[in-house]
Nanobody, 116 residues
Framework: QVQLVESGGGLVQPGGSLRLSCAAS????????MSWYRQAPGKEREWVAT????????NYADSVKGRFTISRDNAKNTVYLQMNSAKPEDTAVYYC?????????WGQGTQVTVSS
């Protein structure tokens, strides 16, 4: 069964750090570009970051640039999102996405709450 499972979400204080993981099962991530998205209450889902299939290229939304880092370990079939200097406006459900030109898979999401 093809599945993406996010983990690592939770409550973090402003200025704190959190690392999200996205583990794939039923397929290999190695051929897929991987992205993180997030959706805050009452807002549309927005793109956060993308990493190429080889890990050689990354892109970030302006709102997280310099604070978040996307990485991948194809041997572990897992992608990560390191969140540093967290802000209350980072509060959202975070989703990972695996994509090629022909196929897209989404995870179910993990909640991140930034609050004191």
């Amino acid at each position: 069964q093809v599945q993406l499972v996010e983990s690592g979400g939770g409550l973090v204080q402003p200025g704190g750090s959190l690392r999200l993981s996205c583990a794939a099962s039923g397929f290999s991530l190695s051929r897929y570009a991987m992205s993180w998205y997030r959706q805050a209450p009452g807002k549309e889902r927005e793109w956060v970051a993308t990493i190429t299939s080889t890990g050689g290229g990354t892109n970030y939304a302006d709102s997280v640039k310099g604070r978040f880092t996307i990485s991948r370990d194809n041997a572990k079939n897992t992608v990560y999102l390191q969140m540093n200097s967290a802000k209350p406006e980072d509060t959202a459900v975070y989703y990972c996405k695996a994509s090629t030109a022909f196929r897209t898979y989404w995870g179910q999401g993990t909640q991140v709450t930034v609050s004191s």
